[in-house]
């Protein structure tokens, strides 16, 4: 992040009531696995968002943008650790590697199960439960999110590097109107930049969520729009049911009417955003995450 756009967010968090804004992380310190150069888009990042100390619940999510795999939009990265704050819970917005630079699966995937570990490895420093630690995406950060929370592993117990001992699986997650499918519901933007022109048949199977949940796949909170029209509201649906089938809990809302990219709908200090924001907190009041 730009010193420039770090102070701004830092002054307009203070303003708001929140607490403190780090300097973005570097997943890998010595080089990141499959880095196509040393450029700022070949380092992927995690940048912490703390609450005040007296608001923090010890509850932190691991937040990834949406932008098609191409982009990544700060209203659902930035200003969402910043509404997170306000409730007392711990951001991390997740800098990943995109299709648009050259890459492609898996190593989006290895970006967002590496933060979810650097999480739990630094959970002291940041006065955290390292058994609350979820994960949020929107649209394409929607496709990331799930597809992590459907391929997560226990971690190895003999890796040198002590973060990679930690489980990659999130304690639940929150999917805002998320690419979930790559089949005929997908955005074909976001797949194309994830997988290339002409993926293998077994690829576009095995990252199409929705067919890779089991009774493992953490607690989920979805959100969609019915008129979405860049991705179908299907995705959701989709998933839900098959959440269902493997008896994972789940809250699922479909709001009638919406533009895709809505985010929170507001901008800090938060006086009005969309209605699914209570919705959220109801439902991580309920797992835990809003209680110290």
């Not at 796949?217 to 649906?237: G, I, K, Q, R």
Request: aromatic content about 10%.
């Amino acid at each position: 992040m730009k010193t420039w756009l770090w102070l701004a967010t830092f002054w307009i968090g203070a303003l708001a009531g929140y607490a403190q804004v780090g300097e973005p992380l570097p997943l890998w310190p010595d080089g990141a696995p499959g880095a196509l150069g040393h450029a700022e888009q070949d380092i992927p990042t995690l940048t912490p968002y703390l609450p005040a100390p007296d608001q923090a619940t010890g509850a932190a999510m691991v937040i990834c943008p949406g932008g098609g795999y191409g982009g990544l939009a700060p209203h659902e990265g930035n200003d969402y650790a910043l509404w997170f704050n306000q409730h007392g819970v711990t951001g991390f917005v997740l800098k990943y590697r995109l299709g648009s630079h050259g890459y492609r699966h898996p190593v989006m995937l290895q970006d967002a199960a590496r933060a979810v570990r650097l999480v739990r490895a630094r959970a002291a420093q940041w006065h955290l439960d390292p058994k609350r630690v979820g994960i949020i995406g929107s649209s394409a950060g929607g496709h990331l999110a799930s597809t992590l929370l459907t391929h997560f592993d226990a971690g190895n117990p003999q890796a040198t590097d002590p973060i990679e001992r930690e489980s990659s699986r999130p304690d639940l997650g929150i999917l805002c109107y998320a690419v979930i499918t790559l089949g005929p519901f997908t955005h074909q933007g976001s797949r194309n930049n994830l997988l290339g022109p002409n993926p293998a048949h077994e690829l576009v199977w095995l990252l199409s969520n929705e067919l890779q949940v089991t009774p493992q796949t953490p607690p989920c909170f979805l959100w969609h729009t019915a008129d979405d029209p860049v991705v179908p509201v299907e995705n959701s649906l989709q998933f839900a049911a098959a959440l269902r089938k493997a008896r994972v809990p789940f809250d699922l809302h479909i709001y009638e009417h919406g533009p895709h990219g809505l985010g929170l709908a507001d901008k800090p200090p938060f006086l009005h955003p969309h209605p699914w924001t209570a919705d959220c907190l109801f439902w991580l009041k309920a797992h835990g995450f809003l209680t110290k």
